[in-house]
């Protein structure tokens, strides 16, 4: 791999050529004259930060009393102000709240300063020459150093897939003799208005100073997008969008406050209990006969009272979520594990939806060739040899030999379609680079085995190309106008590339034309997928037996063709396609029929079957996930066949169940009849591609997401990364159900960010899902711990943290009530100053937190029975919860009893510690303590006998 990339961008007049509008439109961009640019474009910068100086200390206020607990306890807290409310010392009721407000503010600000910190290392890179670094900007590929014109690219980070894609120069400014007349010509280039799709790209390259004027047509192969990497050569390009116009920041949605759906019952429970609070208030007023200022003894009343709704249980709850995420850090059977966000721990044990990427998540973009099908016969891994023996054989005579009807012929004839029909360049490794590097060049007619790998769009064409060499036929050298193959003697063959097109989700098929050095053949091969090459060659009756065959052992299957052709033929198709290819309006459907006219009755060669690997553990984790409740959707932007197949495999869709391919649609009445067609389908997965999906939901939002909700899997290719995002907030408003999204690169971002909890994989993209995340994995397989395990256990932990703890507001709230209905209803307090803090606080926390170390079943358990984690209960006091005494919940309770009994030497203004020490006190307290608790052991008892939980059955 090339280390010395360079990317030059012409002058400063680059990066601001056109004022932003508020509706993105198409442009004219001049090469070397700003002046003739009617506006500005946007500024080119990123920024992920929240807020700015001016609005962090307001934003995050807001952000925190927007949830009723705070913004109660600051009305309350405000009230003592107030003589005649004043209940007791300032401190009872403002340190609490200080406490959660700078613990909130202290965590903000760090997170902050990062994103700052991040966006301005990023934001101060110089771009006018780029070593090593990704395109910062939307580019059209002008001229590269590569005698090729052309050069591979990395776009990892933008459409998830870890191949390199080959990117072709406008051909006019590459045959420029010199790289100073680039900047001398008198040329524009026109621009399609910003939109997301990253696959397609439309434009004209046009040189005025030519007589001739010279005009090119502009498609996805002469971008150079934003984000990617220059992985060979140095080239140079005019920046046609910046900013937010680029197609990588179109692409990517803005991060949201996460909130865990526990936070906003608690909340909701919280209003709850405040209307309760009121009603006893109004209760104790009306006891009181509304004598005097009763407005005054009832406004006294809700403060009394307020303890029911417990500032502390913030507090608690932030407290325990940072203990689960130590512990799920510190879990050796999940190593590299990190919580990036604190806040929602318990959001791993409640999730319905789990929309996973494929490409690095769920497979290891690994292609393995597996089969070769003739028709009459098959070949496996284990019959190579044979096939090897055949190519020797059909160039033993000569190194063009005559076609024989032999099946030396006919395997010969497959190979080479296999060896020549692909967009694969081979690249040689020279160690001879400055100061050791490794660098990739040309080599002259010294193809050296050792030393060549090659790299290509799709990994399936990487594995053919590198089979084809396994069997005697080598490509050994590439450039945009011919290739040469390598014969088991040694000998070179040459062919010129006289057109290539490339494979596109609506044709489903690829095509090469090229003519043979030698003995000056035209020959048209062909590979795609069956249902797109079934109506293309000519009859048969083995095909959809075959590919049928293929698939159900998982694999991925091409059907290769080919088809002779005259001078006369070629010439005419090569007029009418160049003309095709100028077309300002539809070039699209003109290019596609102009190829078509060709593609008739061409000859069935071979059907090839290559498997993708998947991660470790992949199929039992789905298992476990599925048993466990959790509907699993794969979301991919790999294409439909490829994404099928991996469904397949990986056992997301088992092997006895049907599959709804949804057929391409692009009008409200194709969606509504395909939508009909699924409807009366029963227990079936949907596999639909993102154009499909676009059209359903402008036009039937409600009922497509109702019929794909009740599939048992659900599969869409194609997917965008903002498709991936909007689906995963169709899933949240449709169905408030919660979401996990999981990817490894950088295109899964925006997914993972708009899931209620985002889940990323540090593999070979890089980190940027990873650090995106709220929680990072290295494998897939280790999702399954973190959630049957870590996840359950959070949520019933926080759920249990927060009955206790409102259980405990509500003790002393009752008593409050006691003592003020025994006095006549007076609206004084029953405990002073530092009783209540102290209670809150020192007196019943230990005991309460030490639910975190709280268990049902062990580990090893909650992951053979997955099932267990859509069963999650309730009870109803520390001492009867807890399941598993651990050692230091023991410790818990006697340090809080000891805590109690050392107060009693500094706050016996407090105490009546004569009466403490007392005979008759300590019996009415084991007394009250009985008869609390017995009637309660009774029903749990009752409870466990009649009707136990799932987990008892397994522990007793």
Not at 751 to 760: E, L, R, T, V, W
Not at 775 to 786: A, D, E, P
């Amino acid at each position: 791999m090339c280390k010395y990339l360079c990317v030059c961008i012409c002058a400063d007049w680059l990066i601001n050529l056109c004022r932003r509008k508020k509706e993105l439109k198409a442009r004219t961009v001049w090469l070397g004259c700003p002046e003739k640019c009617e506006e500005k474009y946007p500024k080119n910068a990123i920024k992920n930060q929240k807020y700015n100086v001016f609005t962090f200390i307001p934003g995050v206020l807001y952000e925190q009393f927007k949830f009723f607990l705070n913004l109660y306890f600051l009305v309350v807290s405000c009230s003592q102000f107030v003589p005649a409310l004043k209940i007791g010392y300032l401190y009872t009721y403002w340190a609490p709240l200080g406490f959660v407000l700078t613990v909130t503010v202290v965590r903000e600000a760090v997170d902050e300063f990062r994103r700052y910190k991040r966006d301005k290392e990023m934001n101060s890179q110089l771009y006018s020459k780029l070593t090593n670094q990704r395109i910062p900007s939307d580019m059209v590929f002008l001229r590269t150093s590569e005698k090729t014109g052309s050069c591979f690219i990395r776009t990892d980070q933008l459409d998830g897939e870890t191949d390199w894609k080959l990117k072709v120069a406008v051909s006019c400014t590459q045959r420029l003799p010199a790289l100073g007349d680039l900047f001398s010509i008198n040329a524009y280039v026109y621009a399609q208005k910003p939109q997301l799709d990253i696959h397609s790209f439309e434009g004209t390259f046009t040189r005025e100073d030519s007589d001739p004027a010279v005009h090119e047509s502009l498609s996805i192969e002469n971008t150079l997008w934003a984000s990617t990497v220059v992985a060979s050569g140095t080239v140079i390009g005019v920046v046609i969008y910046t900013g937010k116009e680029t197609r990588s920041v179109l692409n990517t949605s803005n991060p949201k406050n996460k909130v865990g759906l526990l936070d906003l019952e608690l909340n909701q429970l919280t209003k709850a209990l405040f209307l309760a609070l009121v009603a006893l208030s109004v209760v104790m007023v009306t006891l009181q006969g509304f004598v005097g200022p009763w407005y005054r003894n009832l406004f006294r009343f809700l403060l009394l009272f307020s303890y029911i709704i417990p500032i502390s249980l913030r507090v608690n709850l932030d407290m325990g979520k940072a203990a689960y995420g130590w512990m799920i850090m510190k879990d050796d059977n999940i190593p590299g594990t990190v919580v990036r966000t604190s806040t929602i721990p318990e959001e791993l044990g409640r999730l319905v939806y789990l929309l996973t990427d494929k490409t690095g998540t769920l497979t290891q973009n690994e292609m393995i060739f597996k089969r070769l099908h003739l028709g009459t016969v098959s070949y496996g891994t284990d019959t190579m040899d044979e096939i090897q023996s055949h190519i020797i054989n059909s160039y033993s005579q000569s190194s063009a030999p005559k076609v024989r009807k032999s099946v030396s012929s006919r395997i010969h004839e497959a190979v080479k379609a296999i060896a020549l029909c692909h967009n694969v360049t081979p690249v040689y490794e020279s160690r001879a680079g400055v100061s050791g590097e490794t660098e990739y060049a040309e080599v002259d007619q010294d193809f050296s085995d050792e030393n060549r790998t090659y790299q290509a769009s799709s990994p399936d064409e990487v594995a053919l190309v590198q089979w084809t060499e396994s069997v005697g036929l080598t490509l050994v050298n590439r450039d945009l106008t011919s290739m040469q193959l390598k014969t088991p003697g040694g000998h070179i063959l040459t062919y010129y590339i006289l057109q290539i097109f490339p494979f596109t989700s609506e044709s489903k098929r690829m095509g090469i034309i090229v003519r043979d050095e030698s003995s000056g053949e035209i020959t048209f091969y062909m590979k795609g997928a069956d249902v797109a090459m079934s109506t293309i060659v000519q009859y048969n009756d083995w095909l959809e037996e075959e590919c049928g065959n293929m698939a159900r052992e998982g694999l991925r299957t091409l059907v290769v063709a080919k088809k002779s052709l005259t001078e006369e033929q070629y010439q005419d198709f090569e007029s009418r396609y160049n003309q095709a290819k100028l077309s300002i309006h539809d070039r699209n459907l003109k290019v596609a029929a102009v190829v078509e006219s060709l593609e008739r009755e061409m000859e069935l060669l071979c059907l090839t079957g290559v498997e993708d690997q998947l991660q470790a553990d992949v199929r039992p984790t789905l298992e476990m996930l599925r048993n466990a409740g959790i509907k699993i959707w794969m979301l991919t932007g790999d294409k439909l066949e490829t994404a099928t197949c991996i469904a397949k495999s990986s056992h997301l869709v088992s092997r006895n169940q049907d599959i709804h391919i949804f057929r391409p649609v692009t009008t409200r009445g194709e969606a509504h009849l395909e939508l009909n067609a699924f409807r009366r389908k029963h227990d079936c997965a949907l596999v639909i591609s993102g154009d499909s999906l676009e059209v359903c939901l402008k036009y039937y939002e409600h009922e497509f997401v109702e019929l794909a909700c009740q599939c048992p899997a659900v599969v869409c290719c194609r997917c965008s990364p903002t498709q991936k995002a909007h689906i995963v907030k169709l899933l949240q408003h449709h169905t408030g159900k919660r979401t996990c999204a999981i990817g490894d690169g950088g295109n899964d971002v925006s997914m993972i960010q708009a899931a209620d909890c985002g889940i990323g994989i540090e593999g070979k993209e890089g980190k940027q899902a990873s650090l995106a995340a709220d929680f990072s994995i290295t494998q897939f397989k280790h999702i399954g711990r973190l959630l049957m395990v870590h996840g359950r256990n959070s949520y019933k932990r926080s759920a249990a943290l927060g009955q206790f703890v409102m259980h405990r507001g509500l003790i002393i709230s009752t008593m409050q009530a006691v003592f003020s209905s025994v006095f006549y209803f007076a609206s004084v307090p029953l405990y002073q100053g530092f009783l209540m803090v102290g209670y809150a606080t020192i007196y019943t926390m230990f005991p309460v937190f030490s639910l975190v170390l709280d268990q049902d079943v062990k580990p090893e358990m909650a992951l053979l029975y997955p099932e267990l984690y859509k069963d999650l209960t309730k009870l109803l006091m520390v001492a009867l919860t807890i399941r598993t005494w651990h050692w230091l919940m023991v410790v818990a309770e006697f340090l809080s009893l000891g805590c109690y009994v050392a107060s009693l030497a500094f706050l016996n203004e407090y105490f009546d510690v004569a009466f403490i020490t007392t005979v008759t006190f300590l019996w009415k307290v084991s007394a009250i303590t009985v008869v609390s608790c017995l009637p309660l052991y009774i029903l749990k008892y009752l409870k466990r006998k009649f009707s136990p939980p799932s987990y008892s059955k397994l522990t007793s």
